[in-house]
């Protein structure tokens, strides 16, 4: 046991020291990230109010107002970024540790699932990008952490940590499924507690529904164009894909086109064990169950795929999956575990190792970073270009922010 404490200790730190290299990385953009970094540069520069009135933002406007104040200090980069993110991550980290041994659930069982979460490749792939993740994460982790304490005074924190969540990602609204479980038994007693119990949870939801506008008229839109069945059908598919890539550490494009169905299968099967893991969940803490519930009904309702909406719950998913799996296969061998565990790992450090190259990828950044898309953005931000640019909201970001200028080849 102790043997395996180092391993992890080891594990941890060389993992976090990788993640720290990110620092020197150019400012890695992408779609999302630039609609947050956008309107944080224009709160800097034109005033907090005129910001927040912007028409046609489709995100909570928590994070921007978070990297806002960076850009307000004049301290904001890609330095910046990484060194964030990477403080929020580790932070969540402890305090889904925590709260995982407050549960009664084994301190091993927990560190290997927030070991295996750090090294996910979809926490490597986004701890560069100036993203809502990880704010996200460490709130909605402090306010899973706070639920496990006792005392009434907890909720003098619970309630505004949650309030900050929601307003940073839409999914924050699964919180209020863990609050109500925990605060019911106590509540139901006081007629006017429950009343202003359900003010509260109703303006909670008032304010993740409009902070989260985009994406539900967005889903509303696909499910009239598409109809029942094929809406369901791609969001099956999506999330399968989802499950099969968090679970295999590898993205889909990066692997053969033929092991697309291997993939959905895989993720089938992880799904099976999750789902089978938030009832053995349960029997041991019922608001975790709960927000693995909620979590997951907001999630699956969303018709794309994408490994990091599942991040800031990653922790928990995996004990349910864990847990799932043994109920599932009772003599499942712990040393089956231990070397899924490792390739696990061995994945995660190689995404670490990609990611490392592309960071000292030099005048070859702007090449081989993202889909191309943006190449001729990276290759412009040196020099002066004509405002009707293609991509003129990265360009106005790099030229500001960025201060590695490669020569174009």
Known sequence: MNLLKR???????????????????????????????TLADSAASNGVIQALRRPGFAFPKGYPLFIFLF???????????????????VTALILSYRTLVALGFERILSAVACLLTLLSFAAVKFITQGMSDFLFYMLAACTCWLMTLEGRTKWLAILPC???????????LALIGAIAVIAWPAVKKHPIALAAAGVLGAGLIVAGALAGHHYLSSNLQMFHNNGFWRFAGKNLRSHLQDFGELMVNV??????????????????????????????????????????????????????????????????????????????????????????????????????AYSTSLTFAGPQFAYRYGDGRLTSTYLAHCSSTPPDFEERDALHLLQRYEWHCPEAQ
């Open 162 to 172: 949650a309030a900050c969540a929601i307003e940073v990602r839409f999914i924050g």
């Open 7 to 37: 391993v992890l200790y080891i594990t941890f730190g060389v993992t976090i020291v990788l993640y720290a290299i990110q620092a020197f990385s150019p400012l890695r953009l992408t779609g999302d990230g630039i609609a947050y970094l």
């Open 251 to 352: 993205p889909l494009t990066k692997l053969p086109p033929w092991t697309y169905g291997a993939m959905l299968a895989f993720g089938g099967l992880t799904l099976i064990c999750f789902l089978v893991g938030i009832v053995r969940v349960g029997g041991r803490s019922r608001w975790l169950a709960g927000y693995l519930i909620s979590y997951s009904l907001l999630i699956f309702p969303w018709p794309y795929t994408d490994p990091r909406f599942w991040t800031p719950a990653m922790p928990f998913v995996l004990v349910a999956m864990y847990l799932g799996a043994k109920a599932i296969w009772k003599s499942l061998p712990d040393a089956a575990i231990a070397a899924y565990c490792v390739l696990f790992c061995l994945a995660g450090f190689g995404a670490l």
């Open 71 to 89: 850009m307000k200090a004049g301290i904001f980069s890609s330095a910046t970024v990484v060194i964030s993110n990477l403080l929020l991550f």
